[in-house]
C-alpha cells in the first residue's frame, strides 16, 4: 500500500467540486433567512397574495418530501461478482487531482478495499495541476500497474498521458467525472460515476426545503470539472423551476472565500 506526493508541491491552482457545493449550500443557508428579516425591520413590506401563499407553501411541500425521498437508504443495484483470488497482487493506481479533506477519505476506502481484496493499490497524490495529474499517469505506467484509476479527473487533461497507457494495455477507469450515461472518453475503459444531474437536483430540493422557498444564492462552479458544471447547472435550473420567485447567481471561477457575506439590514 503506497502513497506518492507529486514533485511539483505548488499552490493548488484549482477548487474542488464539494468546494463548489459547499460554498453554494453555506450561502443559501447565511443569506435565505435574512431576505425576511429585511423586510420585517423598520419598513414597511406589502402583504402576500393569497395565490403566492399557496404557491409557497406547496413549493415548500415539495422540497420537503423530496429531500425526505433522498434522504431514505437507496436500493442499490445488482453487481457483477468478482473473483478476487484471481486479481490477487494486482496492482492498481489511484490518481487523485489533490488531497482535500473530501478526497483523502475516499482514496483510503479505496485502498482498504483493494488491500482486503489482496490488491497492492497505490495513490498518486496530483496536487492540483494537469502536469502533476499526467505525471502520477505516467509513474503508473512506467511502474507497470495493471489498472489506472483517475479520480474527478477530466480525461482531456491526460492527453500527455494517456497514449503511454493505451500503448501498454493499461486499462484506465475514469472515477467520479462525468455522468453514468456519458460514454467512456477516447482512451478510457470504463466510467465509475455519480448522476450529478441528480445530485444538483437534490441539492436544490434541500435549498428550498431548509429555506421555505425563499431562496437567493450564489452558485460556484469550477469549469475545469465536468461533474461540477452538470452539477451546478442540475442545481441553478431545479432551484428556478421549483421556486420561480428564488434566485440562483453563478459567480466566477475563483479561489473560494468560505466566510458567507450578507447584506446588512
Known amino acids: 500500500m503506497t502513497i506518492r506526493l507529486a514533485r511539483n508541491t505548488s499552490r493548488l491552482r484549482r477548487g474542488t467540486i464539494v468546494g463548489a457545493v ?3 449550500a453555506l450561502l443559501a443557508a447565511a443569506c ?3 431576505s425576511n428579516s429585511s423586510n420585517n425591520n423598520g419598513g414597511t413590506s406589502g402583504q402576500a397574495s393569497p395565490d403566492s401563499s399557496t404557491s409557497s407553501s406547496s413549493c415548500v411541500s415539495s422540497a420537503q418530501a423530496s429531500v425526505a425521498k433522498e434522504s431514505a437508504l437507496p436500493v442499490m443495484p445488482p ?3 468478482v473473483d478476487a483470488k484471481s486479481l490477487k497482487g494486482k496492482s492498481v493506481w489511484l490518481i487523485t ?5 473530501t478526497i483523502i477519505p475516499q482514496a483510503n476506502a479505496f485502498k482498504q478495499a483493494l488491500t482486503t481484496a489482496g490488491l497492492d493499490p497505490t495513490v ?3 496536487q492540483g495541476t494537469t502536469a502533476n495529474w499526467n505525471q502520477g499517469v505516467s509513474e503508473a505506467v512506467a511502474q507497470h500497474a495493471d489498472a489506472i484509476v483517475i479520480f474527478a ?3 482531456s487533461d491526460l492527453g500527455g498521458s494517456l497514449p503511454s497507457a493505451e500503448a501498454k494495455k ?3 477507469i475514469d472515477a467520479f467525472d462525468a455522468s453514468p450515461a456519458s460514454p467512456p472518453a477516447t482512451g478510457i475503459y470504463g466510467n465509475v460515476n455519480n448522476d450529478s444531474t441528480a445530485m444538483g437536483a437534490a441539492m436544490a430540493e434541500w435549498v428550498l426545503a431548509d429555506s421555505k422557498c425563499d431562496a437567493h444564492l450564489l452558485s460556484g462552479n469550477i469549469p475545469a470539472f465536468t461533474i461540477s458544471q452538470q452539477t451546478i447547472q442540475s442545481l441553478n435550473g ?5 421556486c420561480p420567485s428564488c434566485s440562483a447567481r453563478p459567480t466566477p471561477p475563483t479561489r473560494p472565500r468560505w466566510r458567507p457575506s450578507c447584506p446588512r439590514t
Request: proline share 14%.
Open 22 to 24: 459547499a460554498a453554494t
Open 170 to 172: 493499461i486499462p484506465i
Open 124 to 126: 498518486f497524490i496530483g
Open 238 to 242: 431545479t432551484l428556478t423551476k421549483n
Open 79 to 81: 453487481v457483477r461478482t
Open 153 to 155: 479527473i477530466t480525461p
Open 97 to 101: 487531482p489533490n488531497a482535500t479533506p
Open 32 to 34: 435565505g433567512s435574512n
